[in-house]
């Protein structure tokens, strides 16, 4: 199907701990993006990746596009609190975006 | 920060109810979407438009109802509430081809029905 799938669903980290979220297509990408949806809020555009192989930074997160272009990766250096929240990967798919089910993170002070 | 407004922004209401959640953005977005979401779970899409007299259903089939009269506007209708339709509605609008294409989402209806 159209579906792109992401794990883990949960996380919970130790603050200053790595993370990481995967997130898998069985068709290949044209693009993946990624955002981050706080608790009680709505989910906000962190990044577009297009190119095979493609690693972008901001900060703390580093973003990958694998070279078949059917998965990527979210890892956050030294989770803080604020990093709490789900993240989503999403896919475009003519008009659409289409986004995986989400990984909840939760930091522990 | 994105121009999206979603009203109210929390809602309880009786079942039966006729109710009208509003979206409005003002980056003159050609293509704008309806999303529900339940606490903590995934965005699912029921509505999304190309442009003005231009509504789709999304992949999730709802019972709600929308319009496209006004570039700018898309509000979501429901002509009788149930229960079952109590979720957060996330109202979103879309950068055109050629940028980064990315969703800029409002901040959300809450809707509780009774």
């Known amino acids: 199907g159209q579906q792109v799938m992401q794990i883990p669903q949960y996380q919970h980290v130790q603050e200053g701990e790595d993370f990481t979220t995967y997130c898998n297509s069985s068709?290949?990408?044209?693009?993946i993006q990624w955002y981050k949806q706080r608790p009680g809020g709505h989910p906000v555009f962190l990044i577009q990746l297009v190119k095979s192989g493609e690693v972008k930074k901001q900060k703390r997160l580093t973003f990958q596009f694998g070279e078949a272009k059917k998965n990527s990766s979210l890892h956050i250096t030294a989770t803080q609190t604020t990093d709490v929240g789900t993240y989503f990967c999403?896919?475009?798919?003519?008009?659409?975006?289409?986004f995986g089910p989400g990984t909840s993170l939760s930091v522990i002070p | 920060e994105a121009d999206i407004y979603q009203t109210p922004r929390y809602l309880v209401i009786g079942t039966g109810k006729k109710i009208t959640l509003e979206c409005s953005q003002t980056?003159?977005?050609?293509?704008m979407y309806w999303y529900q979401q339940d606490p903590g779970m995934e965005l699912h899409l029921i509505h999304y438009s190309y442009g003005v007299n231009s509504t789709e259903k999304g992949d999730l089939s709802s019972e709600s109802t929308v319009s496209r009269i006004r570039t700018e506007h898309f509000p979501l209708t429901l002509e009788s509430a149930r229960p079952s339709h109590t979720s957060q509605y996330l109202c979103?609008?879309?950068?055109?081809?050629?940028?980064?294409?990315?969703?800029?989402f409002g901040p959300g209806t809450r809707l509780t029905v009774l």
């Open positions: 980056m003159g977005h050609d293509k």
């Open positions: 068709t290949t990408l044209s693009n």
């Open positions: 999403a896919k475009t798919s003519y008009d659409k975006v289409i």
């Open positions: 979103a609008s879309r950068v055109p081809r050629g940028s980064y294409n990315e969703q800029f």
